[in-house]
């Protein structure tokens, strides 16, 4: 599933009907003519088919837009504050499991491990993404920080 914005699905929508009345490729002129002459302004535009393009939903290049995707289902948050939480959740739900793999019989699990996994593990979480996760899954009571004398540990708690 892909999650896009609003404006994402705007654009979105109208590169899937100029895909059949330009033959898979849309020139941004078009676009432009279509989108940018009330709040949609062109640098907005720009943005947008950037966006879409890094999520491999469009080719946009030299001009040019190609539409990659059409028949997977899309899901469309209100803005991208929405869609950056909905990232975060999956991403939490994703380390939570991460989590229950590398804990022992005692539920512990070493800080530097954990980290190192989150860091550099298949999540490839940056160091903010990281540390923010810790600490929202601290706050809803699934995991806690134990100094212990040999270490840092954090307990998952089910």
């Known amino acids: 599933m892909i999650t896009i914005t609003r404006k994402e699905e705007v654009v979105f929508n109208q590169i899937k009907i100029f895909d059949?009345?330009?033959?898979?490729?849309?020139?941004?002129?078009?676009?432009?003519?279509?989108?940018?002459?009330?709040?949609?302004?062109?640098?907005?535009?720009?943005?947008?088919?950037?966006?879409?393009?890094?999520?491999?939903?469009?080719?946009?290049?030299?001009s040019n837009i190609k539409l990659l995707v059409s028949d997977k289902k899309i899901n469309t948050v209100n803005s991208k504050k929405d869609l950056e939480e909905l990232e975060l959740n999956i991403k939490e739900k994703e380390s939570f499991e991460l989590i229950k793999t590398l804990v022992n019989e005692k539920n512990l699990v070493s800080k530097y491990?954990?980290?190192?996994?989150?860091?550099?593990?298949?999540?490839?979480?940056?160091?903010?993404?990281?540390?923010?996760?810790?600490?929202?899954?601290?706050?809803?009571?699934?995991?806690?920080?134990?100094?212990?004398?040999?270490?840092?540990?954090?307990?998952?708690?089910?």
């Open 20 to 62: 059949v009345e330009y033959d898979g490729i849309i020139p941004l002129d078009a676009l432009k003519k279509e989108l940018c002459s009330g709040s949609f302004h062109e640098y907005d535009l720009v943005q947008v088919l950037n966006s879409l393009s890094n999520k491999n939903v469009v080719k946009f290049e030299d």
């Open 113 to 158: 491990i954990l980290e190192g996994n989150l860091l550099y593990g298949d999540l490839k979480l940056t160091n903010f993404r990281m540390y923010h996760i810790i600490l929202s899954l601290e706050n809803k009571g699934l995991l806690k920080h134990i100094n212990k004398s040999d270490g840092e540990y954090y307990l998952l708690v089910e």
